[in-house]
Structure formats: C-alpha cells, structure tokens
C-alpha cells in the first residue's frame, strides 16, 4: 500500500505537468528545441527535453524533504547509482525512501519539439520495493496532454489502483476544467477503425508491416485498397498511444520492437522502456487489456533501459480475436533463430 495519501500524489503530480506544459510553451520562443543535447543509453536527449529538467529536479528535491523518495527518469544520473535513479533528499539512502517515482516529462518529444503534434508528461507512484519494484506496483498515475503552440485545450487523466480513472478537459485560456468521460472502444472488429503496430522507426518496420497485414487478412479478408477499412495512426508516443485506447479512438495498438529485434537476432535497438508506461495503470483502470508479447499481464521492472513489449486491446472480445493470431505470428517468424 503507497504510504501517502494518493490525493496528495495526485495533485503534485499534476501541478509538476501543468509546469512541463508551461516551460514548454516558453522554450519555443528563441530557441531551437529540436537540437540534440546528448544521448542515453535508453534514448536521444533533444534540447527540448533538457527545459524541463531542473523542473523535474527541483519537483523530487521539494518532495523528498517530507516523502523520502527515489526517482527513476531518463536522463537522470546520481554518483555512486544507476544510470536513471537518484534519491531525494540529498544524502539519503534507497532504503529510507517511502516511494518510488517514475517520470517521463515529456512522452512524445520527437512530435512536440516539431510543433507538430501534443505529446504527454507521465508519472506513476509505488511503494518503495527497492530493486523488486515493478510497474504493476504502481498504484497512482497522473498523465497530462502537453499542448502544441495553437491547441486552446488539454485532458489530465489520473487512476489510483482499484479506484478507477478520471479525466478533464482543460480551457488553456480560461483555466476553466470540464469532466471529461473516458471509455475504451466497444466495437467487436477492428473493421472501420483504428488500429497500429508500432513501425516509428527503421529496423523493425518490416516485421511490423507484415503483422498488420497478417492480422487484417485473417480478421477482415483480403486487404481492399479501394476501401481501407482498418485504419492507421503512428502516434510516437506510448503516453498517447495508452490514451487513445483510453477515450475510444483506437481499438488495437502494439509496441512490439523488442520482439522484433529478438525475431530478427538483433540486440535491442530504440524501443519502448519501462518509463514510458508509467501510466498503463490508467489504461487498466478504464478498461484497456494490456498485455505483454506472450498475452501475460503487461509488468517490467523499475527501471529505464529494459525493453519492453506491450500489446492494447480496447475489449475483450477483441483481444479474443486478435491474439492468437500475434501469438501464432511471432512463434512463426522466430522459428528460425530457435
């Protein structure tokens, strides 16, 4: 059980957001937010992701003066930790700390730094395990849409486990806040609707490709190039693709990257990490089925560099269909490496 009072998380976590959307709006103004700064080992820092890091270290040092805590983000380095971790306060150990945070300001940079398209800030609270922390110990998530230059609103989804989730539209103008109701597709097919596989980046986009086409054929029929009834969006961001699970758009995403670098004998490449799912429990707690690559509950551990391989489905009846034919797929294409 988190040892602080889930609202407490909840409104500290939101107001941190609030300030990431703030900042960056800011950072566009005389400053060319798509320049890289450095790399880590989990991803490319762009210019745009370092606006928010003295954010982010002043949110935990402010916190950590009441709730001991260890942060676990990308980009973050302590001496004498991991790459990704460092304890607030300064001075305390892994062992003192009542929390784990997981954070990542900014979901989605590639399309915001672009002005292109909103990206999200997540962060996802749980009880101190030390090592043995895993995302499925998450037991609060807050996540904020962070707009583009010319978007007039913004949602907030927040869970607390067990306790379903919430959402509200926010009048970037006014400051106004109107509920917003969330509920994942209950459409049995995937026919007339939108559905993806992840393919953001070259290495994997064959293999990726070649599952959708495998999936729609075996599901719809024979791919009708006049009609297009299955429909894709490449949303570069795990954040936003929970998301548009969450309120309906969506009825089948998968993030498959780490599979495919394993099928293809690769070593892992750029894919999705843990931080990047530190809101699953939100999509959980609105109704989203989330599994990993095998149909196990979706889980990873605490860190930033592990890969991760996850799977959505906006109801069961379709996640009845689809998944035997991923699982039957992925067995197929890496019977050669076995």
């Known amino acids: 059980m988190l040892p602080i009072p889930p609202p407490e998380a909840i409104d500290r976590l939101r107001e941190f957001q609030r ?25 490319t820092i762009y210019q745009i992701d370092t606006v928010v890091e ?3 270290e002043e ?26 971790l460092k304890v607030f306060p300064e001075g305390a150990s ?11 300001p900014i979901d989605g940079t590639r399309g915001i730094m672009y002005d292109k398209r ?10 101190n395990k030390r090592n043995a922390t895993r995302l499925s110990d998450i037991e609060v998530a807050v996540m904020t849409e962070l707009a583009t230059s010319k978007m ?6 927040w869970a607390t486990r067990g306790g379903g989730a919430q959402a509200e539209r926010i009048d970037l103008a006014s400051g106004g806040r109107e509920p917003l109701t969330i509920a994942p597709s209950a459409a049995a097919t995937l026919d007339h609707g939108f559905a993806s596989i992840s393919n953001f980046f070259p290495g994997t986009k064959v293999l990726a490709s070649e599952l959708m086409e495998y ?7 024979p791919a009708d190039v006049g009609r297009a009834t299955v429909f894709d969006d490449q949303y570069i961001s795990t954040g936003g693709q929970f998301y548009e699970l969450i309120v309906g758009h969506d009825r089948f995403n998968a993030d498959l990257r780490p599979t495919f670098y394993r099928i293809q004998g690769q070593p892992q490449g750029l894919c999705c990490h843990p931080y990047d799912c530190a809101t699953m429990l939100i999509a959980q707690e609105a109704g989203v089925i989330l599994t990993d690559d095998r149909g196990r509950p979706l889980d990873g551990p605490f860190d930033v560099t592990s890969g991760i391989s996850w ?9 009845s269909q689809i998944e035997p034919l991923m699982l039957r797929f992925i067995d197929e294409r890496a019977q050669p490496i076995r």
């Open 94 to 104: 892994q062992e003192e700390a009542l929390i784990r945070l997981m954070i990542d």
């Open 215 to 221: 999936l729609v054929g075996h599901l719809i029929g």
């Open 19 to 43: 300030a990431v959307g703030q900042a960056l709006h800011r950072s566009w103004q005389g400053t060319n937010p798509n320049a890289v700064s450095r790399s880590s080992a989990a991803d």
């Open 152 to 157: 007039g609103f913004t949602d907030v989804l």
């Open 54 to 56: 003295p954010l982010l």
């Open 59 to 84: 949110f935990c040092r402010d916190w950590g003066k009441t709730t001991p805590l260890v942060l676990v983000a990308e980009g973050i380095a302590a001496e004498g930790q991991p790459e990704g």
């Open 311 to 319: 799977i959505g489905y906006a109801n069961a009846r379709l996640r």
């Open 118 to 127: 909103a990206a999200w800030s997540l962060a996802g609270v749980a009880p």
